[in-house]
Nanobody, 124 residues
Framework: QVQLVESGGSVVQAGASLRLSCTASGRTWRTTVMGWFRQAPGKEREFVAATTWSGDLTDYLDEVKDRFTIAVDNPKNTVYLQMNNLKPEDTGLYYC?????????????????WGQGTQVTVSA
């Protein structure tokens, strides 16, 4: 099993920045990709970003690719999501995930582990 613990969610105003963190523990060698999904109230959960543990491959939701950056710190088993110029539509519960493929934007079934989520609220 792999355990994922997120932190960093907050209430901010539009235009602000936040950095989410997710620390993985357990059998992390079973996963090759870390990522983030989010779910807004009344909407389906959607992919946000993903990276290989090596950092050589990344993928982003089109609407965030110019504002969000995903990065890993291997010694700490931690993945970060730096979010800049936040918009009200970025509001949602952000989930950290561990997966076996970088293609989880198209194939969410390749996600094997989910964190509990951290809330991000962006006010206008």
């Amino acid at each position: 099993q792999v355990q994922l613990v997120e932190s960093g969610g907050s209430v901010v105003q539009a235009g602000a920045s936040l950095r989410l963190s997710c620390t993985a523990s357990g059998r992390t060698w079973r996963t090759t990709v870390m990522g983030w999904f989010r779910q807004a109230p009344g909407k389906e959960r959607e992919f946000v970003a993903a990276t290989t543990w090596s950092g050589d491959l990344t993928d982003y939701l089109d609407e965030v690719k110019d504002r969000f950056t995903i990065a890993v710190d291997n010694p700490k088993n931690t993945v970060y999501l730096q979010m800049n110029n936040l918009k009200p539509e970025d509001t949602g519960l952000y989930y950290c995930v561990a997966a076996s493929s970088i293609t989880i934007q198209r194939r969410p079934d390749d996600v094997h582990y989910w964190g509990q989520g951290t809330q991000v609220t962006v006010s206008a």
